[in-house]
């Protein structure tokens, strides 16, 4: 039987759980594109038997497909349905190419963690795999000065070649730092990092299930909660500036004294000094 704190405990986390599934799910509808289908149909990487042979149906498949996702489209929090023009001028994926693979990195680490059966060692893996993440990240903010480090002492002699290489390497538990060899696109990449997630999230709550609820269970599971949290406000944030600045515009059509009001804030997309890092 389950103590009242270890009740009070596991209430708590399946109201963060409901709420950050709800968050995701709905961050991945507002910020679906809306398709074209003239253009899909046209798109020659739609054969994908290498051959010209079951096109057409392959079109209509993939129409049906885009006509589903355009069904799928919210508006932000009831706001603003979000034009392709804009949100791919915020989330341009040169500009944060470091936040996309980050991004991209911890979706693809979470692949192999969702096969674990076993409801503990799937939590512990989650908390291993944020650890590593969080120390992959700090590490990577001071690659400059460890390089540094790592070439000379003050003395001039070498140090640390092995610990070098063993960070190069990426020799982790369950973080998986390989790079595709091709660039990401940040909006295609959020948008599977929210549903890999929405299913990281439910599969955890099905966990609380057969796991006692303790003190040390509740802050893992609060830590790896967090380190989501901090990464999807991010996004947010930018979106609420998005929104702001498309309601100031059309405000500004209407009231015509106001045309030569300031132009809005530049927003801070720079991943090096966003809160991801910190």
Same mark, same amino acid.
């Given at each position: ?136 990240? =700090?590490?990577?903010? /001071?690659? @400059? #000065?460890?390089?540094?480090? !790592?070439? %000379?002492?003050? &003395? ?59 003190? =040390?269970?509740?802050? /893992?599971? @609060? #830590?790896?909660?967090?380190? !989501?949290? %901090?990464?999807? &406000? ?45």
């Amino acid at each position: 039987m389950a103590s009242p704190a270890g009740n009070v405990w596991e209430l708590s986390i399946r109201e963060l759980i409901n709420k950050r599934i709800v968050t995701f799910r709905h961050l991945r509808n507002s910020m679906a594109l809306p398709l074209e289908l003239d253009i899909i149909s046209g798109d020659s990487r739609l054969n994908f038997n290498g051959n010209s042979n079951g096109a057409a149906s392959e079109t209509l498949q993939t129409s049906g497909n885009a006509a589903r996702l355009n069904n799928k489209r919210r508006a932000y929090f009831n706001t603003l349905l979000f034009d392709a023009d804009d949100l791919r001028g915020m989330f341009n994926s040169i500009r944060l190419r470091k936040r996309t693979r980050a991004y991209f990195m911890l979706g693809a680490s979470l692949g192999p963690i969702l096969a674990i059966s076993n409801p503990s060692d799937y939590i512990k893996a989650l908390g291993i795999l944020i650890n590593e993440y969080d120390a992959y990240m =700090a590490e990577s903010g /001071n690659k @400059a #000065k460890k390089r540094h480090f !790592f070439r %000379k002492s003050k &003395g001039g002699e070498e140090h640390g070649p092995s610990i070098q290489a063993s960070y190069e390497q990426g020799n982790f538990s369950y973080l998986d730092t390989h790079s595709p060899p091709f660039d990401l696109d940040f909006l295609q990449v959020f948008d599977t990092f929210c549903q890999i997630t929405v299913i990281m999230y439910t599969k955890l709550a099905d966990s609380l299930m057969s796991v006692s609820i303790t003190q =040390a269970a509740f802050d /893992n599971i @609060a #830590k790896i909660d967090s380190r !989501f949290k %901090k990464m999807v &406000g991010v996004v947010t944030k930018e979106l609420d500036e998005l929104v702001k600045n498309a309601v100031t515009k059309e405000l500004r059509l209407i009231d015509p004294l106001d045309m030569a009001a300031s132009p809005d804030n530049e927003i801070n997309t720079d991943w090096e000094t966003s809160s991801v890092y910190k």
